[in-house]
C-alpha cells in the first residue's frame, strides 16, 4: 500500500489509523499524519507509532494518499500550496457537508477525489460510511479506498447526490439510537427498576437486537413478529407506539436531518 498521509488527526483519523493497523492493511511506517495546533498528532503518535510531519511538502512528499480529516469549515481557508501538493495523488474527504465541487477547488491537480460520510461507531470499527468518487476509480484506486474506509466498519457506494438522505440516516442515526436507548433507560426506571439495571437492560436489549438482526438478514418486521404474541405484552408496548405514530416521528426526524443537511451544504 502507498503511504497514507492524514491532513488531521482528530477522532475519524485516529479511528481509521486504529482500524487500518488492527486489521494489518497497513504498518505504523506506511502512515503520517499532520495535526493543528493541539496535541492530538503526538497523542496519535504515542498510541499508534505513525510519523508526525512538521511540514505540508513533509506530510504529502511520498504519499500516494491524502485522507482529508480536518474540521469542515478550514476548507474555505485550506493552504493554496496545496493544489500543487496533491498533483496526481487521491484525495479522500471526510469533511461533513463538503461536495466535491468544493474539494475539487482546492485538490484541482489531484488524479480523483473521494467524498466519504462515515458515524460515530466507526471509532471502535463498528461504523458503516458511505462513499463516492469525482470519476470513476481505476481497480487499484478503489480497492485501496474499500480498504482504507473497512478500517471505520462497513460501507456502501452511494451517488453524491444520496449524501444528504445518508447524513440524515447513518450520519446522524446514532444519536437517535442514544436518545432511544435514554428513553428505555427512562421507562425502566418509570417502571419500577433501579437505574443501572434499567441502563444494562435497555443497552444490551439493542445491542442484541441489532446483532440479531444483523445475523438473520431479513426484514426487521419479521423478527418483531417473532416476539409478539396476539394480545400480550409487546403487542400492548407496540399499539401504543402506533398509536404515538412512532414511524412517522422516526421518519421527520431522518428528513429534518436531511433538509438541514442540503441546507448546509449549499456553500459545500
Known amino acids: ?22 486489521k494489518k492493511a497497513a504498518e505504523p511506517g506506511d502512515l503520517v499524519c499532520l495535526g493543528g495546533d493541539d496535541d ?29 480529516a480536518f474540521k469542515p469549515q478550514h476548507l474555505s481557508s485550506a493552504d493554496p500550496r496545496l493544489t500543487g501538493l496533491t498533483e496526481g495523488k487521491l484525495v479522500v474527504s471526510i469533511l461533513a457537508g463538503k461536495k466535491i465541487a468544493s474539494l475539487t477547488r482546492v485538490f484541482s491537480r489531484a488524479r480523483n477525489i473521494v467524498r466519504t460520510m462515515p458515524n460515530t461507531p466507526g471509532q471502535i470499527g463498528a461504523g458503516i460510511t458511505a462513499w463516492c468518487s469525482h470519476a470513476p476509480l481505476n481497480p487499484v484506486d478503489h480497492s485501496g479506498v474499500e ?77 418483531r413478529d417473532q416476539v409478539t404474541s396476539p394480545n400480550g405484552t409487546t403487542f400492548a408496548g407496540l399499539q401504543c407506539m402506533k398509536s404515538r405514530d412512532f414511524r412517522g416521528i422516526i421518519k421527520q426526524t431522518v428528513l429534518a436531518a436531511t433538509a438541514r443537511s442540503k441546507e448546509l451544504s449549499q456553500d459545500g
Do not use: C, W
Request: aromatic share 4%; net charge negative.
Open 147 to 223: 480498504t482504507l474506509l473497512r478500517a471505520l466498519g462497513d460501507i456502501v457506494e452511494v451517488p453524491e447526490s444520496d449524501l444528504d438522505a445518508v447524513t440524515g440516516l447513518s450520519g446522524s442515526g446514532p444519536a437517535y439510537v442514544f436518545e432511544f436507548a435514554a428513553a428505555l433507560r427512562d421507562a425502566g426506571i418509570a417502571a419500577g427498576l433501579a437505574k443501572p439495571v434499567a441502563e444494562k437492560l435497555a443497552v444490551e436489549t439493542l445491542l442484541g437486537s441489532a446483532r440479531l438482526l444483523a445475523r438473520k438478514q431479513i426484514d426487521p418486521e419479521i423478527l
Open 1 to 22: 500500500m502507498h503511504k497514507i498521509a492524514f491532513l488531521g488527526s482528530g477522532n475519524m483519523a485516529g479511528a481509521i489509523v486504529d482500524g487500518l493497523l488492527a
Open 40 to 68: 492530538t498528532a503526538a497523542k496519535l503518535q504515542a498510541r499508534t507509532g505513525i510519523a508526525v510531519a512538521k511540514t505540508l511538502d513533509e506530510l504529502l512528499g511520498e504519499a500516494g494518499t491524502l485522507v482529508v
